[in-house]
T-cell receptor, first 109, second 112 residues
């Protein structure tokens, strides 16, 4: 069955550093991969979508890479801020999404 | 602002007592989704509508039903809630051509 793995341990970093989150998947060949941010008790918020034929996508301080050979996506937040603290979810698919459990990011001042 | 609205934000129901959660959208999107999310777990798709076409996930219990009377509104009915149905229920929409989904704030369901 399809499986998406995100690091279940929280990632703690200092303000100003680059946060890198990983999404690995198996038994799936997604044409699209998406990243969402979720704050406690709130619905996810869309951040970025990357297609299988795109290696990298950027939006302001965010960068996503998609390696279909490794079956992995990396999500980077540069110059991180305490306001970036949240859970980040990886999702595969286009009309129907399969979500990972997310990785919690904690940015300390 | 265009948005996805869910009511109520918090719902308490008794074991076995039917409950309805509602979702409305001002985005005029074709596709509406219902997800269940339990603590520290991934959102799990229950079903979705593409316009009026209903699509049920294979592992969605029969206890869960949905209605979409028009483009703007979608309802989730839980016919006989069990303790295991306590969760956050998320409604989302997408345009059907752009694949990003827009989520509402969720309804936290407690079953006593």
């Amino acid at each position: 069955s399809q499986k998406i793995e995100q690091n279940s341990e929280a990632l703690n970093i200092q303000e100003g550093k680059t946060a890198t989150l990983t999404c690995n998947y198996t038994n799936y060949s997604p044409a699209y991969l998406q990243w969402y941010r979720q704050d406690p008790g709130r619905g996810p918020v869309f951040l970025l979508l990357i297609r299988e034929n795109e290696k990298e996508k950027r939006k302001e301080r965010l960068k996503v890479t998609f390696d279909t050979t490794l079956k992995q996506s990396l999500f980077h937040i540069t110059a991180s801020q305490p306001a970036d603290s949240a859970t980040y979810l990886c999702a595969l698919g286009f009309q129907k999404l399969v979500f990972g459990t997310g990785t919690r990011l904690l940015v300390s001042p | 602002d265009a948005m996805v609205i869910q009511n109520p934000r918090y719902q308490v129901t008794q074991f076995g007592k039917p409950v309805t959660l509602s979702c409305s959208q001002t985005l005029n999107h074709n596709v509406m989704y219902w997800y269940q999310q339990k603590s520290s777990q991934a959102p799990k798709l229950l079903f979705h509508y593409y316009d009026k076409d209903f699509n049920n996930e294979a592992d969605t219990p029969d206890n869960f039903q949905s209605r979409r009377p028009n483009t703007s509104f979608c309802f989730l009915d839980i016919r006989s809630p069990g303790l295991g149905d306590a969760a956050m229920y998320l409604c989302a929409t997408s345009s059907g051509t752009n694949y990003e989904q827009y989520f509402g704030p969720g309804t936290r369901l407690t079953v006593t």
